[in-house]
């Protein structure tokens, strides 16, 4: 199929005079659209469709429907509407019938994903009033595990599928935030205190959104789209509701397809995609490649982080560049691209765009007046796109603020304070400079420092600890911390990164741990942070091979090395911003990502013509492993292949 172009209902908004304010069109429906309607009316219209594909197993829409009622019969006489419920279960047909079950009850759906860590489970379920955990009963935290259980009859097939599926129940905490009133969804974010922080968006502002989705995408019967995006964040839910809204299939992809962007490729390619959503840097690498010309993929959301060149002439999709932090209903601004592009290949990096119907942005100085097109200020979002705000009223007032007195923003009572330094070009067009305070994008997920160095605190063994996000060469930030033993305490990063883990997401997991005597302080007594920042830059950008200290380490590329050893060292200690680590060490357990598994396999395969596969990698006991199996593949290939 060939790309589709913006409808009238995206196209570019007005602009405000010489000032840098932009207003998204007006949305269709006025921000009425109730989101689970949709779906009822599909299941009426369509019953017999395919509404979930998953490998050789699928469901109908009148299947999800019905495994939707009896979810909620057997939750109704224990959840009530405006309940919160912790959803810690996997891409599947069982998560999107628990979707649909909980949307029918009114309860406020809160994906927590299908491993979330022990400590960072325990620390949401104190701080809000989740009536119940559902998942799988073997991965949910002891108190839950103890606790009341309800086993729930969900689909069991699929790449993801867990066979038993329970709802867990146990007392939150007694100063627990329950949901505001007309929550249809939380997620959470990164925190500066440590824990995490829970944003509740209403169904109008998720309905206008795939308003909008669908307008743009022309998503419809017939069509299938990704369900890929880790549960936990916020694009899964526009992923999963805009199948479920328009009368098309969902997807859900197996999880070795988020290590890899060629297997990525290869399974838009297999599953049939029409419409897909993926993060940045899975994309990118995607960009420097011939692109597939059998795909039937017609729009490509990409998001999650600053993208950083163009689509070639060869991409048949039309790919959206887009913006939106989770208090503004995961997307806020996008920015088409095509192939027929003027600017297309290019390594030029694209602009935000525009806002999307019904969003308000401005670009604002620290007193929150509007500056002038071409100045640089904080990106301010309002309109009927924004969430109802934190689950911690006392957070919502700081974060979201009234509209400055005298400035006219029609249809506008509030904005929300991004933090994101912009630019607005004199067409309304949005230039994403950076972060205005500390916190850091890793791997398309935002990190608060503060948040790491907290969980590592949680240690009795630690004294204290500071996280600092050095760029590496070509922009991209690397979280490395600098940790204190506490008094009589013996510290090493093989120790603290286990439990680490059990806190914190994958993507703010450190990659580089140094534990230090002492801090640096600056003129007023306060730890340095800037010099610890310049400290770890300047280790990133040293000679491979040496470590932290300037010494090399035992492993320096010993004189017998193998290619392959060479090859995946360097590149291992490239990626993951840590030059001291060596041969013995494991790719995951030395901080290796998701993201950046992608991208060693990319680099091995660009260096060696060597295709290895994400489960191939991830079996490996450690980097030694991962290079023999690239000189084995090597030994048998052809001569001069």
């Not at 007006?26 to 949709?38: I, K, N, W």
């Not at 595990?145 to 599928?161: C, M």
Request: charged content about 25%.
């Amino acid at each position: 199929m060939t790309s589709q172009p913006m409808t009238a209902r995206t196209a570019a908004p007005t602009t405000a005079g010489a000032l840098s304010i932009a207003h998204g069109a007006r949305p269709a429906t006025d921000g009425a659209t109730e989101v689970l309607a949709r779906f009822e009316e599909w299941v009426r219209r369509s019953p017999d469709a395919p509404a979930v594909i998953d490998g050789t197993h699928s469901w109908t829409y009148r299947q999800i429907g019905a495994a939707a009622d009896e979810a909620a019969a057997a939750l109704r006489a224990r959840v009530r509407p405006g309940d919160l419920v912790g959803v810690c279960l996997d891409r599947s047909a069982a998560l999107v019938v628990t979707a649909v079950a909980l949307a029918r009850i009114g309860a406020v759906y809160l994906p927590l994903g299908p491993r979330p860590g022990e400590r960072r489970t325990d620390a949401v379920t104190e701080d809000l009033n989740v009536r119940c955990l559902i998942g799988d009963p073997e991965l949910l935290p002891p108190r839950h595990r103890a606790g009341d259980r309800l086993e729930l009859a969900l689909p069991g097939e699929g790449t993801n599928a867990t066979t038993t599926v329970v709802a867990a129940f146990a007392a939150p905490g007694a100063t627990a935030h329950s949901a505001p009133a007309g929550a249809f969804y939380a997620v959470l974010t990164s925190g500066s205190t440590g824990r995490p922080k829970a944003v509740a968006v209403g169904e109008p502002a998720l309905g206008g959104l795939l308003d909008w989705y669908r307008a743009t995408t022309g998503l419809g019967p017939g069509d299938r789209h990704s369900l890929l995006i880790g549960v936990a964040f916020d694009p899964h839910l526009l992923e999963l509701w805009a199948g479920l809204t328009s009368g098309a299939a969902l997807v859900p992809a197996p999880d070795e397809v988020r290590w890899d962007s060629v297997v990525l490729a290869d399974w838009w390619r297999t599953a049939g995609l029409s419409v897909a959503v993926a993060a940045t840097p899975m994309v990118e690498p995607l960009l420097d490649r011939p692109w597939p010309q059998d795909l039937r993929l017609r729009h490509l959301i990409v998001g999650g982080d600053r993208m950083r060149r163009r689509p070639g002439a060869e991409v048949t999709a039309t790919v959206h560049n887009a913006y939106g932090p989770a208090e503004a209903t995961v997307i806020a601004t996008t920015y088409a691209m095509h192939g027929t592009d003027g600017a297309a290949g290019t390594d030029s990096a694209p602009p935000i765009g525009h806002p999307v119907p019904g969003v308000t942005v401005l670009v604002a100085d620290p007193d929150g007046r509007p500056v002038e097109h071409g100045a640089e200020g904080e990106l301010l979002i309002g309109g009927s796109g924004l969430a109802l705000g934190y689950l911690d009223p006392e957070l919502t007032a700081r974060r979201f603020i009234a509209v400055p007195e005298g400035l006219d923003l029609p249809g506008v009572e509030r904005v929300y304070r991004t933090g994101d330094r912009v630019r607005m070009a004199a067409d309304g067009q949005l230039e994403f400079l950076g972060r205005l305070d500390d916190q850091v994008k890793i791997s398309g997920v935002r990190i608060e420092p503060a948040e790491v160095e907290a969980a590592f605190e949680q240690d009795p063994a630690v004294l204290s600890a500071v996280v600092t996000a050095p760029r590496t060469a070509d922009g991209r930030a690397r979280l490395v911390a600098y940790v204190r033993a506490a008094a009589g305490a013996v510290l090493t990063t093989d120790a603290l990164l286990p439990a680490l883990r059990t806190w914190l997401p994958e993507q703010a997991i450190p990659s580089d741990v140094r534990i230090v005597d002492s801090f640096p302080l600056d003129a007023n007594g306060k730890v340095d942070r800037a010099e610890l920042t310049r400290r770890a830059a300047e280790s990133l950008a040293s000679r491979p091979g040496a470590a932290p200290d300037g010494s090399a380490p035992e492993d320096d590329e010993p004189a017998d090395a193998t290619p392959g050893e060479r090859l995946v060292l360097s590149a291992a200690r490239d990626l993951l911003g840590r030059p001291g680590i060596s041969l013995a060490d494991n790719f995951t357990e030395a901080g290796g990502t998701s993201v950046l598994a992608a991208r060693l396999l990319t680099v091995i395969e660009k260096d060696s013509g060597i295709r290895l596969r994400a489960p191939e990698l991830l079996r490996q006991p450690d980097l030694r492993a991962v290079a023999r199996l690239v000189d084995e593949r090597a030994a048998r290939q052809p001569a001069g292949a």
